[in-house]
């Protein structure tokens, strides 16, 4: 099993922004396979030299002093020996220690990056910090530990190197500036594909520019904070894991499972760029937030939610504001198939979204200034899956996934002190299979909804002029048709589905 993977990508790759975590990673390869105790410094720093030409690396210095105990190697550059300017690594100083049974290592408060952008261009990069890394790695097991007071990534300023060194340099339209307080992290992994990841930091701060993918030859200018942000990862059987055809059943048939989790705690940012020649400029505060992700019994489960958010901003002259109180969502769906259903989710939820009164001036909303708007939608489902995920997955004329029954646990849209709701199930009989060339669905279900607030709603649009008033009349129709009075601006619909294809509204059929 590979812990660490060092090699390094194709000049055509994305920027490489972790290259300074790699090259930390790079470093524990000093500890050999076998009682990383008994090693001396300078034969750490040997088997470093032997580790990283097995990967691919070559290591250069000027000098080595000191002890058994301690070693510091000087001049240090790493770089893959097949494309040598992929990636070089500088660095004036490496402190080698061995510690009981792990090994210490110190990279010089400065390290120097040299890396091979998309388009030919070699870019530099300064990592400056006070911390220090301690490993073990053995034929069974390997440990990582970070510890990072201070930690910063900084774009030398200036131009880039053009390919082949001709024509000289030409401005860069990326900058990269990003630092990090208190960052912390563990990695432990066992050679039979048990692994434990952890990484935290106290806070982050950035500032970026970067070319816009939208416009040619604009850029896009972020700046911001983001406190607490953390990422945890625990997975087993994660040997078993490959991109061969049923790899995944098989994973799960041996034990795989994973979580990761990411968290963060409150955010600010703000950005500017250009749109058809007017400058869009926003800035925006959030609370907490957290996405989990499970794999574990052939399925996967997805769930997040974030605080309040806020956030306002300018196009040209317009201005506006938009506050969010907080989001949830979770998802749920097999990853396998199997004989028997497993459970399906859907949730989504958006609580008391509220634009500003330019906003909604702008679209002729301005009467719902200073009110909120909700929207709340929970599906769960019992389904399985007809064939197993991979390239025809999608393919042929039958569902890839049959679903047996149907509830609408929650739903909920929302505007000021008018609100439609919903709940039911459905069982569908003979699956979403057996509906196929039905003309109505042959179900077993009630659905309940409840609509509070709908005149008004409709009056206010209508004196918006949203709603025309040759519309307002077959709105309304289609409103009591559909329902029924129980109490002052109250209409119940309940929706009844029955074997054979029928349906009925509040006991009378459907009338269309």
């Known amino acids: 099993m590979s812990f660490i993977s060092l090699r390094p990508s194709a000049p055509s790759a994305a920027p490489r922004f972790l290259a300074p975590a790699t090259a930390m990673a790079l470093c524990l390869a000093a500890i050999q396979p076998g009682a990383a105790f008994a090693l001396t410094a300078p034969e750490a720093w040997a088997n470093l030299q032997s580790m990283a030409a097995g990967a691919g690396l070559t290591m250069t210095s000027t000098g080595m002093t000191g002890t058994d105990a301690s070693v510091t190697v000087s001049g240090l550059r790493i770089f893959p020996t097949a494309n040598p300017n992929d990636l070089i690594i500088s660095m004036d100083t490496l402190r080698v220690e061995p510690q009981g049974e792990m090994i210490a290592l110190a990279p010089s408060a400065q390290v120097d990056l040299a890396i091979l952008f998309a388009g030919g261009l070699t870019r530099h990069f300064t990592v400056t910090h006070d911390g220090t890394i301690t490993g073990n790695l053995t034929e069974t097991n390997a440990a990582l530990d970070l510890d990072f007071p201070n930690l910063s990534l900084v774009q030398v300023p200036g131009s880039v190197t053009l390919p082949g060194g001709k024509g000289g340099s030409v401005a860069d339209p990326l900058s990269v500036s990003v630092q990090f307080q208190a960052l912390d992290a563990s990695l432990r992994a066992a050679r039979e594909g048990a692994a434990e990841l952890s990484l935290q930091a106290a806070n982050v701060t950035y500032d970026l520019t970067y070319p816009d993918p939208a ?84 399925r996967v489960d997805i769930s997040g939610n974030a605080g309040a958010v806020s956030m306002n901003g300018s196009y040209g002259p317009m201005q506006g504001s938009v506050t969010l109180g907080g989001m949830d969502m979770a998802f749920g769906f097999p990853l396998i198939a199997t004989p028997d259903d497993q459970p399906l989710r859907y949730m989504i939820s958006l609580r008391d979204l509220a634009p500003s009164a330019e906003l909604l001036n702008m679209v002729g909303a301005g009467q719902f200034a200073g009110e909120s708007a909700t929207v709340t939608v929970d599906l769960g489902a019992q389904g399985r899956l007809t064939r197993e995920i991979g390239p025809d997955f999608g393919e042929g004329d039958a569902p890839p996934v049959d679903v047996s029954s149907v ?37 077993d279900g009630r659905f309940l909804f409840d609509l509070v607030g709908g005149e008004r709603l409709l009056t206010r649009l209508q004196g918006m002029g949203l709603v025309p008033q040759d519309q307002l009349f077959f709105v309304r129709m289609m409103m009591n048709g559909l329902s029924r009075p129980v109490g002052d601006d109250h209409l119940q619909s309940e929706v009844v589905l029955q074997p054979g294809g029928g349906i009925t509204v509040n006991g009378a059929p459907l009338p269309f």
């Open 407 to 443: 509830a609408l646990n929650d739903l909920r849209l929302q505007v000021g002190d008018s609100a439609l709701t919903g709940s039911g199930a459905v069982a569908l009989i003979g699956g979403l299979m057996g509906q196929i060339g039905q003309a109505r669905p042959n179900a």
């Open 215 to 298: 416009t040619e030859g604009a850029s896009v200018s972020q700046s911001g904070t983001l406190a607490t942000p953390a990422v945890r990862f625990t997975g087993t059987e994660l040997d078993t894991l490959s991109g061969d055809e049923g790899a995944m059943r098989r994973a799960f048939d041996s034990g795989f499972s994973a979580r990761l989790e990411f968290t963060t705690g409150a955010s600010a940012q703000t950005s500017r760029q250009m749109i058809e020649g007017a400058v869009v400029a926003m800035q925006s505060q959030g609370g907490s937030s957290r996405l989990q992700i499970d794999a574990v019994d052939g």
